[in-house]
């Protein structure tokens, strides 16, 4: 047996962490003397110990760890070991997305000496566009539920043996964004109308490209809204995205290419 000092010290974890695991049911002491309140531990504890520690590096709460220390499935195990890789696999996608994003800012801020420069990357233009023939499905979704729309899209074109164009859309229906709940409409571009679930209406539009990755795409969105502010234009329709360039070609991010469109009519 060991004393609670003694099993910290092999453990590498500190006495107050061992009485609140203690406390709050996730490791308790094999034995504590009911005259002196001391806690002791066991020999085969320390292998319990070292899995809550391996746990905590990999992510998981304390609220999580309990449950899978009583998990006896070992399919259930590795299902939540795998699953967490994934997530922090994800997470690291994004610190480097957000380290790419901040060296490209530096370069920016360190050649111009302003630290707003990067807004000043977008050409924005008029264009003048056709109807276009979409297949398109419209949802309250979250932005992590695209993939699955696309896919429900592609799904019908081979089932229904239609002719798709190579670009991707997505349309803003509501005039708020919410990254976990918006109104989008998630769409493929048709070569014949009569394959298509309706006409994205053309007109006149404001509009400037984006490239690299999605996260910078309000960049974008500011540099149109800035232009149709100062240039006596307003939005009157749903903004969308045209996806010209991605990562399905195969492609570095930098040269992920994005169209962005708002719908604008002279101000009166």
Known sequence: MFS?????????????????YDKIGLMRPKFTDPGTGY??????????????????????????????????????????????????????????????????????????????????????????????PIL???????VADYGGQYEKLFRRVIEEKLEADSQTLAIYHDEEFDQECSDVEIGLVMKRAEQSDRLLEGGLCATTVHHGRYSGLSDGYAAIVKWIQENGYRNVGAPYEFYRKTAFDKIPVEEWETKIYFPVEKAE
């Open 4 to 20: 609670i000092g003694g099993f910290s010290k092999i453990c590498q974890v500190s006495v107050k962490t061992l009485r609140h």
């Open 39 to 132: 806690r002791y531990y066991s020999e085969e504890q320390l292998s319990g110990m070292l899995l809550i520690k391996r746990l905590k590096r990999y992510g998981f709460s304390l609220a999580d760890i309990g449950p899978l220390l009583k998990e006896t499935d070992e399919r259930v195990l590795f299902l939540k070991l795998k699953q967490q890789k994934l997530a922090l696999a994800e997470r690291l996608s994004q610190t480097q997305e957000a380290i790419d994003e901040l060296s490209r800012h530096l370069q920016d801020f360190e050649r111009t000496g302003d630290v707003m420069s990067y807004q000043n990357n977008y050409v924005v233009t008029l264009e003048e566009r056709e109807a276009v």
């Open 136 to 142: 398109s499905v419209r949802e309250k979704i979250s």
